[in-house]
């Protein structure tokens, strides 16, 4: 499983970068999305994964018996989530008025804070 | 139990919310602003007092005990930083009853303002890698809406570049985050500390502190991830400026600092090697940037990138005097720089104006003023007795002492480029004639309480540069025993989890 978690995450990292680099403001948000989902797979993956044993203690057991997966990564991904969607709902928010004021959703025309 | 820990939080984030509750009244939420900030540098000097005598405050949160829950740990650096953030609060709480305006205060200004400090708090005091995300995710989501108040073209143009390259930070830190864990099984940074110098180090833990160094060089500004922060900082509110350049590349610093002496210290000939490059590049594209530009904001933007490459340099160089030198630096560069944003604000009051060729004759009418720009912008340039001559006395002394000629030549060499920046706002903004074409009528200005509370934080952080200059010994003491303490991780494993490692 863990291979093609891998190869699933380096797809999505891929993606997110390359629709980064488009001259779209639209694509730049949605490559910030798939980026912050490959940073979510890579935990859950590099975490590790067990198949088929939820961290469950039998009645009576002060421990869990075996192997058991392990639930922290999956607190964690759940907080980035949630964390990921607060801060993407204001990056929609950010680009509609943007474009709304800038009247343009290409990044090469907004050059007018650099140096 | 050490409420003093948890207290820099709380009490910004209960600000925060009391002020969304009378959300209407423009004056109640200033007043309790006021004595929210004043609450918060309170409960940050109590937490440096009792660190001071026991040298690492711990508290477990929910009463789980580390490494399972959350721990807030406060050491000197995370104490000495928390009550710079409260100083900078009362500062830009009691400028801003002047400087905010009715649009920004209607949408949201102090409850964002109460919540970003809460965040950078958090971030100071958490002893938690994940919970150290969450506190910069709680930053940052602040700090965005904080930068669009008022929705001008250069603002939105600012904020998608800032808004980007700090999403982009957050999903490397996460993503280090997640191969951390997988390595070691563990997010309590006391713990990962512990388990790695345990472990063998192999190139996955190189690979891992490069991209907590890439993340947190992004947050800080340093060379070459810092394009965000000349194309956004000057176009939000002064105030908001004046915040953001005191406190938010700061906390890129501070986890640097915590980062790089508490968990990947293992292989100082690779990380700090790296970070030490990165420290010189900083300093001069910063300071280079600066010399080319002729916007107040702007050059003061470049200069805080040059001044992080100063304390990533006491990071790199990695000996106990770099150390104190870096964190003396925090110290001075954070009331100066807020200080000369505020200034900024100031004159754009008078004249209506950012632009260096419009300023002018501000000496002329505003003689005070001139000094108390002076003070700050001297001391940034580093000249004595001013606080900025021992920050650069430290670092370049232990630059020759570990024999880090080149870094330690170009650090002398952009302090002498510092002054040439500065001496041009003095030059454009204060000492030349008021250009024709600008309208002068508002440096007749009378001094009503509207103006006085501009001057009030810009008199009083002046006068703290002076007394870190005149008076650096007791300032000296506290860099060095941080410094101790982030030379000897094994007193924070052993305060955190209560084990000798």
């Not at chain 1, 490959?38 to 192997?67: C, D, H, K």
């Not at chain 2, 509750?21 to 200033?30: G, T």
């Not at chain 2, 947190?216 to 965000?228: M, R």
């Not at chain 2, 300032?475 to 305060?495: D, K």
Request: proline share 4%; hydrophobic share 55%; aromatic share 10%.
């Amino acid at each position: 499983m863990e291979p093609i978690m891998a190869i699933a995450v380096g797809c999505l990292y891929a993606a997110a970068i390359y629709m980064m680099l488009r001259r779209s403001i639209v694509k730049l948000v949605i490559g910030l999305m798939l980026l912050s989902n490959a940073a979510n797979l890579l935990i859950f993956t590099s975490a590790g994964m067990t198949r088929g044993a939820p961290p469950l203690i039998p009645v009576g057991a002060m421990q869990p018996e075996g192997i058991i997966a392990d639930p922290l990564p999956q607190a964690l991904i759940l907080t980035a989530i949630v964390i990921a969607f607060g801060v993407l709902a204001f990056a929609v928010v950010l680009i509609h008025r943007a474009y709304n004021i800038i009247h343009t959703d290409n990044l090469d025309q907004m050059k007018d804070t650099d140096t | 139990m050490s409420p003093e820990v948890a207290l820099p939080i709380i009490v910004p984030l209960m600000t925060g919310t009391l002020t969304l509750l009378v959300w209407r009244s423009n004056m109640l939420q200033k007043i309790l602003s006021i004595i929210g900030s004043i609450a918060l540098l309170i409960a940050s000097i109590w937490l440096l007092v009792s660190v001071k005598e026991q040298g690492h405050v711990v508290m477990y949160m929910g009463g789980w005990v580390a490494p399972y829950g959350i721990t807030l740990v406060a050491d000197m650096l995370s104490a000495i930083m928390v009550v710079l953030t409260g100083m900078m609060a009362v500062a830009i709480a009691v400028f801003s009853l002047s400087s905010a305006s009715a649009s920004h205060e209607r949408f949201g200004y102090y409850p964002l303002m109460h919540l970003l400090l809460a965040g950078v708090a958090g971030s100071f005091l958490t002893g938690d890698i994940f919970n150290l995300y969450v506190w910069f995710e709680v930053m940052l989501v602040a700090s965005f809406a904080l930068l669009i108040l008022g929705g001008e073209r250069a603002q939105m143009e600012g904020a998608v570049k800032y808004v980007t390259l700090n999403l982009l930070s957050s999903a490397i830190f996460l993503s280090a985050i997640g191969l951390l864990y997988g390595l070691v099984g563990t997010l309590n940074m006391a713990d990962i500390a512990l388990k790695l110098s345990q472990t063998e180090h192999t190139g996955l833990v190189d690979v891992i502190a490069v991209m907590f160094m890439v993340a947190f060089g992004i947050k800080a500004a340093a060379f070459p991830l810092f394009f965000w922060l000349p194309a956004s900082y000057h176009t939000g509110p002064v105030a908001v400026s004046a915040l953001f350049a005191g406190l938010l590349t700061k906390v890129g610093v501070y986890a640097l600092f915590r980062v790089f002496t508490l968990i990947f210290n293992q292989s100082p000939e690779f990380t700090h090697q790296l970070l030490l490059w990165v420290a010189a590049f900083t300093m001069i594209t910063g300071v280079l940037g600066a010399a080319a530009q002729f916007e107040f904001r702007r050059i003061l933007s470049f200069h805080i990138v040059s001044q992080i490459g100063y304390m990533l340099l006491g990071l790199a160089l990695f000996t106990p005097l770099a150390i104190i030198g870096g964190v003396f630096y925090i110290m001075h560069h954070i009331i100066v720089k807020t200080n000369l944003f505020l200034i900024s604000g100031i004159a754009h009051r008078l004249l209506g104006t950012y632009d260096l060729k419009k300023l002018g004759g501000l000496y002329k009418s505003r003689p005070f003023l001139s000094v108390m720009f002076l003070i700050p912008a001297l001391s940034l340039a580093g000249l004595p007795p001013l606080s900025g001559f021992f920050a650069k006395f430290i670092v370049i002394r232990a630059g020759i002492e570990a024999e880090a000629w080149v870094v330690t030549g170009v650090a002398l060499l952009v302090g002498l480029l510092t002054l040439y920046s500065m001496i041009k706002i003095w030059a454009e903004a204060f000492w030349k004639k008021l250009p024709d074409e600008t309208d002068g009528s508002g440096l007749n200005q009378a001094m009503t309480p509207s103006l006085a509370a501009l001057y009030l934080p810009v008199i009083i952080l002046a006068a703290c540069t002076l007394f870190i200059g005149l008076n650096g010994q007791p300032i000296y003491m506290m860099a060095e025993f941080s410094a101790q303490q982030l030379m000897n991780p094994a007193g924070y494993i052993e305060a955190v989890l209560g084990v000798k490692p």
